[in-house]
């Protein structure tokens, strides 16, 4: 391990790790939590249950959204469901078995300590969301119901009818709301953060510009914590909501913070397929409609071509006659393979011209069989919301014909480098959920990414920033007249005048499009070496063409969405570069991660542990300095590295 | 239970109750009207009967308040809703998710009132304080001969025509009025409402229809 | 499709705002309503014209951000969705399309088609919550709920706080949006120790922020994207004449 990156993973036996490391840590008494300012930068399931439980703790809290309110957070949309260790089926469920399927589903890219403490505080995030009165579905006895999600074997699921992220974030954003009331919280809505502060190596504040009257502000705290999501929009087109972006990690990262494994982005493998290049943002169906769907292409190219020209209807096609391609390559896990397999899966038929619909980018997503079996009610019960939604969206009943589906990018596993203590490579600046790297490896399972917020928010970051504030008990709250602040505040101002100023031609989002089309055809669900040196030039006259070309209408000191993008935009194009980057020397595949180049025979992903068994941990080095690639070597004591079979 | 009165369910506590008191009062008018059908000893007996009996002597004032709090809320209601929207919309489609009575409740009852304010003066008044009405005796009782009053009037076709608008009225006014009433009080859930809102058709119905038909009946039977 | 927009435009939330008419083409039926407005401000941009601001977020009918009347109806013409699922299939070639924000007294205008919603976090903020601490909480299953009980919480749960209930009923309402909340935890055993005090205090800070009184049109119910019942009003209206009797 160099110098620069110490992961603080505890010792000893790794049941134990979190347990001991809580012991030994330092905890602030609660006539010191009063003195201690925290900036919590993100309100979705991480950044308010964060912000909520360090407020309940007695510290002193300034949350920051960019929405109108802390629910708006792109959590919301999290349809699924959330894992928990609880064991409530009795399907031989335990700690160590959740542990074991997310390094597993992680294609082993993951730090094993972080895996199993989520684990470890699972069933905690169940019993926390259940007192805050979420209605999790629940059976006639009135206890809580499972369902099965992708890439394990047992039922361990927990749900709200499709509007899973949505009930829990809504949970937090009501434990976030009784401390605003009780005045722990002090609440920034329509405030983007701009930059970070960091004095005398510590992270000191923030700089924000207010979204409604232009003005920028300067906020200070002891500690400042990012939970700001993932960069899924770097894509253009994405799952992510439209004003999800990536700068508050991008600027800590210019600040020091590395950032870790940034081509490791998910695909999942059931959306909406695009429709068309006026197309704005892709909607995510859940995954949980793998319970019970089945996917299938038809098998002759003839039926192909009729259901193109619309002259036959999918069910018109004999049972004989489809390729249900999961279940024969799969047999074991089915339809319920991991995310990336399945994008794969999709891939590969449609690459083989078997796509259903017009772009020849679609696969359909079966109920009929599920409908027969259940009846109509029991599905309409489970999945009706999710139903509707895409009637809405295509005009297509999915009661009566199949369901067209297609991958598109939902979740970045990669994100700011932190330690076992959530804290990044600057002192006093934490990272939670899906903005940092840790808990997922090269893949996240399906209900995951809930857990993790909540584990993070709720019952992580209160105990290690605890450690880390232990020592700052003594500093008196920070002054905003620091040069230090005021530094960052003129850079800020600066970039953005030069922004409003620049006589460009080009609208932000003709060259967020453009990005993104250099994304998805080399960073995407295949990678080669080729592409990948491509796609850096190519992003690289990209940022020149958007300097000197981009327009951004109306002015600085007012509401102005067009600046909002051109300043989240400018920073998508800089990690673009990154990611292609980590691609490139990536050279093995490894979960959402594919290399053409590394592949097995049958085309799965073909993981090199000899050589890439590390978090790539980069460095930045100066605006126009190439980035420097520190190593976290991965060590796993308690799971055997082998090639992931679904079979 | 303070502040309660001034609360915005408060207020429209008050209108529901009051509201439903009223329509009690119409039940019983209704039922006294109905005797026109089996003639004027009846009629009058019935209506000799509820002038002098002592109850409602004594909820005559309170009926009285009952009108006046049910208008008086009303007005105090719609004028601080219509301020909760000091810029209109420029065009809206509200056809498209509520029913005409409900948006408009404030506008019928006022008609209601003016219909009200014109019955008053036709009956209430002549008999109370101009005292231009006849005598009858029944059975050695002497009464008002309230029958011819109202079958006289009910004889001049525009004196019907008002009467039945007034009917209609006050039926569109019932229509939401009533399941409304019990929705106010949170005596309602997904059950109940479908049931409320039929009986509440029905209840305005019977209501309109038993006030419009009297006038009319009058008019083609004389 | 070729249609004609009337669009409500205004500088700021001083300034007097008015309608601009823009012409738009070559919209095809399966574009949603919001990418509609997109391609309208790509060409305003292009014109050397101020695009219109809007919110929206998360475009899948959930973040609650996405607002707009559209022809007099909260979300536009179609029902039991918001905004950015209406798609312009819904609509005809040759329309002329009338696209104002949200009206309310509680609700001003922050520029053009964008409004301030602070007054619905107030209302969540005075009890909108169950009062429980990180940590400390009895296991998951430790209370049996009737599954009936919880479908119904989870039914008034779904709100997303967008307002159409406000900006569609007559008198500016935000009934719904509180008795959602009140009813939701009513319906729960974790909700019900401080069901009383929370639906008087939701109750007192809605009447506090200038929304109107509820008539019971029921056009919330037919507008709400969620489809909210106002059944969940007669519980609220239960829950608050409960309390204040015990006062």
Redesign the interface.
Known sequence: MTQKINSHIPAGPIKDKWTNHKANINVVSPANKRKLDIIVVGTGLAGA?AS??LS?LGYNVKSFCI???P????S??AQGGINAS?N?QNDNDSVHRLFYDTVKGGDYRAREANVHRLAEVS??I???????????????????DNRSFGGVLVSRT?Y??G?TG??LL?GA???L??Q??KGGVK?Y?RHEMLDVVVIDGKARGIITRNL?TGEIEKHSAHAVVIASGGYGNVFFLS?N???SNTSSAWQIYKKGAMFANPCFTQIHPTCIPV??E????L??MSESLRNDGRIWVPKKMEDVEKLRKKQIRPRDIKEEDRDYYLERRYPAYGNLVPRDVASRAAKERCDAGFGVNETGKAVYLDFASAIDRLGRDVIEERYGNLF??YE??T?DNPYETPMQIYPAIHYTMGGTWVDYNLMTTVPGLFSLGESNFSDHGANRLGASALMQGLADG??IL?YTIGDYLSNEIQTPRISTDHPEFNKAYETVREKITKLVNNAGKR?V??IHKELGHIMWDNVGMARDEKGLTEAIEKIKALKKEFWSNV?V??TSD??N??LEKALRLADFIELGELMARDALNRSESCGGHFRVESATEEGEAKRNDEEFAYVSVWEHAGDDKEPILNKEPLVFENVELKQRSYK | ????IT???????VMSLSGLFLMTFLMVHLTVNCFLFAGAEAFNTAAHFMVTNPIIKVVEPILALGFVVHIAWSIW?TI???????????????G????FA??N?FVLGGLVLTFLALHIANFYVKIKFTHEIGAVSYAGVEMHDTYTLVTSLFTIWWYDVIYVIGAILLGYHLS?GF??AF????????IW?KRLTVIGYIFALVIAGGFAIIPTYFYFVQ | MNLKL?V?RQ??AKAKGG?EIYNISN??P???F??ML??L??QL??E????V?F???????????CSL?I???AHGP?D??TTC?L?M?KFKDGETV?I?PW????FPV??DL?V???A??KI???G????????G?????A?????ED??E??DA??C??CGACVA?C????A?LFVAAKVS??AK?P??KPEAARRAKAM??K??EL??????????CE??CPKGI???H?????????VA??K?
């Open positions: 249950s909520a439980s309940e929405q109108d309110s629910r708006r957070a792109h919301i949309a609880k409530y069933g905690n169940i019993d926390q969301c259940v007192a805050q009165g979420v209605p999790f579905a629940r059976d006639y006895g009135g206890l809580l927990f709200a009818r509007q949505q009930q809504l954003y009501s434990a709301n009784r605003i009331a609440q809505n409604v799952t909501a439209m004003n429709h068309g006026q197309q704005s943002k909607t995510l509707q939604m809405k969206i005009d709720y019952f209160p609208s989002d003709s327009k209408p109306g007012e509401f969405q067009e | 239970m303070s502040k309660f609360s915005s369910i408060g207020k429209k506590v209601i601080q809703n219509m301020m909760a929207r000091p810029v209109r919309y420029n065009k809206t489609n509200q498209k998710n509520s029913s409900s948006r409740m939401h399941w409304s929705q106010t009080i949170g005596f309602s859930n997904q409402r | 009337k409500w500088k700021n309608f919209i095809s399966d574009t949603s919001l990418e997109d391609i401000n790509e941009i292009n050397g014209k101020e695009p601001a919110d929206h977020d998360c475009r899948e009918g959930i973040c609650g951000m009347f022809n007099g109806r179609d039991d969705v699922q798609h299939r009338t104002e009206r309310s007294a509680a922050i520029k964008v301030e919603r602070e619905f976090e969540q903020q005075a909108g919550y169950v009062s429980v601490n990180t940590g909480v009895p296991d998951g299953n209370i049996a709920i009737p599954k919880a479908d919480a989870m749960a779904a997303i706080g569609t007559k008198n500016s309402s009934m939701q935890f729960l974790q909700g109750v007192a809605m009447d200038g929304f109107g009184g509820c008539t019971n049109t029921g056009a037919a507008e019942s106002i059944s009003i007669a519980r609220l209206n239960r829950e608050y004449l204040k009797l006062d």
